[in-house]
């Protein structure tokens, strides 16, 4: 095991007296930008005394020091935004005595992840300022001794840039360029790869636009260019190889998706970021940037791309007071091209830059703590910390399952044992997005509000809309709904398509025989297809009467038609996650003896209902364990911890991959695993199959076993609860 990295938090800095902290702030402080540290102590002390915060000794040392740049490692719960924020209140109050002047908000950039962070962090600056003006501490009127600004200026990397590219329009020839959305960004890229199978049509281009959007931006995030397309890089071959194209092809598509964007007067969020590369290249604009800003927070600092750590060394310049926020430990954003090694290797980057060490969880309580830690413990790129948790107490409970359907039954009935209000302040999480189908059909069967985070849910499912199609065109044989006969019935896609003229881009159906034709088809090119006449027939039959009939009257021959003549076909030329599930969740639906109508009708209202639980965020969270990073929840359940899915350390090793990148991708894992467990606060619950448990299972179940608790695996009620 190599040797772990370490800060300039000593590891018994809980020990230290308030003397021995100023002695060692004055040690590490650079004499230039120094303050009378006692006379700092005592503002800092009086601050959390007004705040009611709780003061640690590591937290005050990382306040204490006086650098140039400084980055400070908070761990889960650490209170880093909070802490960024009161470093850079200090500051404020200290820059006067120290230069002469205020410092104004134009001058204190802030530099978050995602735009929510953005409005939080304006947000927190206001909330940790209107206290202290309360109690006199601080002024916001100009010519008070105590006079501190209020602002500061806040964006994501990406806003940043596009604000400094829009001021460079011009010269840089983007005046009229807007910004492609992401939605847009994919339709452009369909257009890209219709060109190239346009341009190569004998050659087969099978490829899903999002994975290809992902390899795009991954290709410039780690600072690279479309000749690196295909070489040694280990991440972008592993992205190439799951795509399945050529790396020529590729690099066809993406520059023809380059020219489309240009034809558009179009940039993308990706381009954003390369055009400022370019543009910093420019030393007046650096010097610009760097006269403007004085002081550069930079939240997340572990989730930076090759490329954003470039852009940032370029943003700071030789003055620039410069303070990094960031957790090697919840670096879990690898696929997008992030580098933990941002935060562990700061000083390489940052040379005149000292790291500090928060140890102190605020969130999660004790029990939570250390199975979590146990887990991030397996990782050896990471600095040397011993994480303590404030609060004692926590359970971290295991619950076996048999199979699938085991899980959701244990799972749906301990929700059904805890108050309403707990279900609202607790979140369901998996580790691929598709895992929320089967979860989100067992909440809607059993009537529990939830809402998403980045998961697919049950009816996105594409054998679940496919059937609803088909019972649509059943009820409603229109001219639209005619376009997927072909998926319940004997006939080609393609053969239907061209009979009934139909438009794939537009969606538009040109050509349409006569209705009661369509039921009695009898002429080519149709001829030929076995059984279609009879299976017509009794469709036919089956629409006239569907508003007389149950559904479960006739749903089990409709189901054995589009296994039979679409489902089975389709299975055969792309894997589906819960091709058969998506069967058992059909007939609960609407297997019952009511009329189709009246079935759809609560069908809809039910999702009516989704929708508005979803723009409220109303129920049970279900998310990715990705989606998770800066929430949290009062209990956390993890969902299929099986060693097959998660984590992925088979899949891992099945791959031609050097020792560097297999420890590289599975500590990936771990960090995963330990941002989803910190993520609760008072209870933690992990699923997993009792005969293929995930290894983590394994890990914090083994030492200290009384705290944590087993419970056997529990059949569902058969009554139905409405919430």
């Known amino acids: 095991m190599k040797e772990r990295l370490c800060t300039c938090t000593p590891e018994n800095i809980m020990d230290y007296t308030e003397k021995e902290i100023i002695e060692l702030s004055k040690s590490l402080s650079t004499p230039e930008y120094s303050v009378p540290l006692k006379v700092k102590l005592l503002i800092i002390k009086r601050m959390y005394e007004i705040y009611g915060f709780s003061l640690s000794n590591d937290l005050l040392l990382a306040l204490l020091v006086e650098v140039k740049q400084q980055m400070i490692l908070a761990p889960a719960g650490g209170c880093k935004t909070t802490s960024s924020q009161i470093k850079l209140i200090l500051l404020k109050i200290f820059w006067s005595k120290m230069y002469g002047r205020h410092l104004t908000s134009s001058e204190c950039l802030c530099l978050v992840y995602n735009a929510e962070n953005r409005h939080q962090m304006d947000k927190k600056h206001l909330d940790l300022l209107a206290p202290l003006s309360l109690h006199g501490f601080i002024s916001f009127s100009e010519g008070n001794p105590s006079y501190v600004n209020s602002g500061i200026t806040s964006h994501t990397l990406h806003s940043f840039c596009k604000y400094w590219i829009s001021i460079y329009a011009e010269e840089l020839k983007l005046s009229g360029y807007t910004v492609l959305e992401e ?9 890209a790869v219709n060109k190239i199978r346009k341009a190569n049509p004998n050659t087969k281009i099978v490829v899903k636009m999002d994975r290809l959007k992902s390899l795009y931006d991954l290709v410039w995030g780690l600072n690279l260019d479309y000749a690196d397309i295909g070489k040694s890089n280990e991440l972008l071959l592993d992205s190439i190889n799951a795509i399945g194209l050529l790396p020529n092809q590729i690099v066809d598509i993406f520059k023809t998706y380059d020219i489309t964007k240009k034809f558009f007067k179009k940039y993308d969020f990706t381009d954003m970021l390369t055009i400022m590369d370019k543009l910093l290249v420019r030393e007046d604009v650096r010097e610009r940037m760097h006269s403007l800003y004085t002081c550069v927070v930079v939240d997340e600092i572990q989730d930076f791309t090759p490329l954003m750590m470039c852009i940032l060394k370029k943003i700071v310049g030789p003055e620039t007071r410069l303070l990094a926020i960031g957790d090697e430990d919840q670096s879990i954003y690898a696929f997008r091209g992030a580098d933990v090694d941002n935060a562990v290797r700061f000083t390489e980057h940052f040379p005149e830059s000292k790291v500090f060490q928060l140890t102190v969880n605020r969130r999660c309580k004790n029990n939570i703590l250390d199975a979590a830690t146990k887990v991030i413990g397996l990782n050896e790129n990471r600095f040397a910390k011993t994480l303590v948790a404030e609060k004692e107490g926590g359970n971290v409970t295991l619950c076996p399952y048999i199979d699938d359907n085991d899980q959701m039954s244990c799972f749906i009935a301990k929700l059904r044992e805890e108050k309403r209000e707990t279900i609202f302040n607790s979140v369901a999480c998996v580790r691929e997005k598709i895992y929320g189908q089967p979860l989100t059909f067992s909440l809607f069967l059993y009537n529990i509000p939830f809402y998403t985070l980045n998961v697919s849910r049950f009816y996105q499912h594409e054998g679940f809309k496919s059937f609803l199609e088909i019972m649509n065109l059943l009820w409603k044989p229109t001219k639209e709904n005619w376009r997927n006969l072909y998926k319940v019935v004997n006939i080609k896609k393609d053969d239907w398509f061209r009979y009934i003229d139909y438009d794939e881009k537009r969606q ?19 001829v030929k297809y076995s059984g279609l006449e009879e299976a017509l027939k009794e469709l036919y039959q089956i629409s006239k009467s569907i508003n007389t009939y149950g559904c479960c009257d006739y749903i089990d021959y409709v189901l054995e038609l589009f296994k039979k003549n679409y489902w089975n076909t389709r299975l055969s030329m792309e894997m589906i996650e819960f091709s058969e599930e998506v069967f ?68 891992i090793d099945l791959k031609d991959y050097s020792q560097k990148m297999i420890s590289t991708l599975k500590e990936a894992e771990n960090r995963l695993a330990y941002v989803a467990m910190t993520r609760a606060i008072e209870e933690l619950t992990l699923f ?26 529990m059949m569902i009620f058969s009554n139905r609860k409405v919430w």
């Open 508 to 526: 538009k159906v040109n050509g349409f025989p006569d209705k009661n034709s369509l039921w009695e088809l009898r002429f080519e090119p149709f």
């Open 183 to 191: 939605g847009n960004a994919l339709t452009f890229l369909s257009s």
């Open 584 to 651: 058992n969740w059909i007939n609960q639906i609407f297997k019952k003896d009511i009329i189709y109508p009246a079935l759809l009708r609560e069908y809809i209202e039910k999702l009516d209902f989704m929708t508005m639980n979803q723009k409220s965020h109303t129920g049970i969270a279900v998310a990715t364990m990705h989606a998770l990073k800066g929430l949290e929840f009062q209990k956390v359940y993890m969902l299929y911890m099986e060693n097959s899915i998660f984590p992925a350390f088979h899949f």
């Open 688 to 713: 997993y199959r009792s005969n293929d448990p995930s290894v983590y299972v394994d890990i914090i179940s083994k030492k200290e076993e009384r705290k944590y608790e087993k419970i056997e695996s």
